[in-house]
């Protein structure tokens, strides 16, 4: 299935992403508001444990102290 969509912005279309589909098909059985609730939590866990692995990797791959960290905060 090819779905487009088109952007008020830019006026262009683009394809839907693999993850977009999956989730219009949940929105199709019309889940109970605490399903959809769980969901938004397990994405947002899901991406967040994502983001952590690539900044640990990138602190360890340039060798990046807590205090780089510390000073950039405070930048």
Do not use: H
Not at 33 to 55: N, R, T
């Amino acid at each position: 299935m090819c779905i487009f969509v088109k952007s008020n912005i830019a006026m262009q279309s683009q394809k839907l992403s693999a993850l977009q589909l999956e989730l219009l098909n949940i929105y199709s059985f019309q889940p109970k508001e605490e399903d959809l609730l769980a969901i938004k939590q397990l994405l947002a866990k899901y991406f967040s444990g994502k983001l952590q692995k690539k900044i640990q990797k990138a602190i360890e791959e340039k060798n990046i102290t807590e205090e780089d960290l510390d000073r950039w905060i405070n930048e």
